[in-house]
């Protein structure tokens, strides 16, 4: 179970096997995302190049997966908010260094708890190109059938590259039997769609929430099941980072 942005060389052979069963629509099976769709979406960046996503959670904060840095030390990254063409240096971004991580019992053998809280440089200003997506709160659940929203920057096919503007899928919550109890997963029914390489730590959006963070995909991309996250079991520890105790009642 590799994480999304390990998958790519792997993903190019096993994309020409699978061409001829299905065709490969364009993320994998959505369109493009309109600007100020997904104004909380962050691009995680190294080197200028796009690698993960995240999202702004608060001034100071953004979600991503852990998995995003296995092999890339934090402290050289940089999160670019209010981006929608990567290919432009638009004048509605805001661009920061992490000032510091937190992180809750990540386990990359398992891939379980992979979620990372980036503490931004400094504090980012809420304008119409960046702006805070809510949380769910602690142990709040999404059935089975709930019909979610995930956009990123990443890949339109297996091995392919980087999308230009985020795109963005519906996904339908899959029953738990398909899932581990510490993600939420999502599948796309009558067609291929989901997230593939570039869209880790992209938040999967269901009622207006941030329920997940794209953590892998056990199969080529479009395939399902995608694995997320599932946030609302870190919604305690992530307002303890947030707020942390003795500060007062921000
Ligand atoms: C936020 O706005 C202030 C005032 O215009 C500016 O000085 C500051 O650099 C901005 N911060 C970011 C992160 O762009
Ligand atoms: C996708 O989901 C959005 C928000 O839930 C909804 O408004 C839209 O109609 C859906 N689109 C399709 C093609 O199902």
């Known amino acids: 179970?590799?994480?999304?942005?390990?998958?790519?060389?792997?993903?190019?052979?096993?994309v020409s096997a699978r061409a001829g069963l299905a065709?490969?629509?364009?993320?994998?099976?959505?369109?493009?995302?309109?600007?100020?769709?997904?104004?909380?979406?962050?691009?995680i960046q190294n080197e200028g190049r796009h690698f993960c996503?995240?999202?702004?959670?608060?001034?100071?904060?953004?979600?991503?997966?852990?998995?995003?840095?296995?092999?890339?030390?934090?402290?050289?990254?940089?999160?670019?908010?209010?981006?929608?063409?990567l290919r432009r240096r638009e004048r509605s971004r805001q661009t920061f260094s992490i000032g510091s991580i937190s992180e809750n019992r990540y386990d990359p053998q398992e891939n379980l708890n992979d979620l990372l809280l980036l503490q931004l440089d400094r504090e980012a200003n809420l304008t119409s190109n960046v702006v805070l997506v809510p949380l769910?709160?602690?142990?709040?659940?999404?059935e089975a059938g709930t019909s979610c929203q995930v956009a990123g920057w990443g890949n339109r096919k297996n091995g392919g590259r980087l999308?230009?503007?985020p795109r963005v899928v519906?996904?339908?919550?899959?029953?738990?039997?398909?899932?581990?109890?510490?993600?939420?997963?999502t599948g796309v029914l009558?067609?291929?769609?989901?997230?593939?390489?570039?869209?880790?730590?992209?938040?999967?959006?269901?009622?207006?929430?941030?329920?997940?963070?794209?953590?892998?995909s056990p199969n080529p991309c479009g395939k399902g099941p995608d694995f997320f996250t599932r946030v609302a079991l870190f919604r305690d520890w992530i307002d303890s980072v947030l707020n942390p105790p003795g500060q007062g009642l921000a």
Do not use: W
Not at 3 to 12: H, I, S
Not at 54 to 83: D, E, Y
Not at 170 to 185: A, D, H, Q
């Open 1 to 14: 179970m590799p994480p999304l942005r390990l998958l790519a060389l792997l993903a190019g052979l096993l």
């Open 23 to 43: 065709p490969l629509v364009d993320i994998v099976g959505g369109r493009k995302a309109r600007r100020l769709e997904f104004p909380f979406l962050a691009s």
């Open 53 to 85: 996503g995240g999202a702004l959670i608060h001034t100071r904060f953004v979600l991503t997966a852990a998995s995003c840095f296995r092999n890339l030390n934090p402290g050289v990254a940089m999160v670019v908010l209010g981006a929608y063409d």
């Open 136 to 142: 769910p709160p602690q142990n709040a659940m999404v």
């Open 163 to 165: 999308s230009r503007f």
């Open 170 to 185: 519906n996904v339908t919550v899959t029953p738990e039997n398909r899932c581990r109890p510490n993600n939420l997963c």
């Open 190 to 216: 009558t067609r291929r769609g989901g997230i593939c390489q570039g869209d880790g730590g992209t938040p999967l959006i269901c009622n207006g929430l941030a329920h997940g963070v794209a953590s892998f």
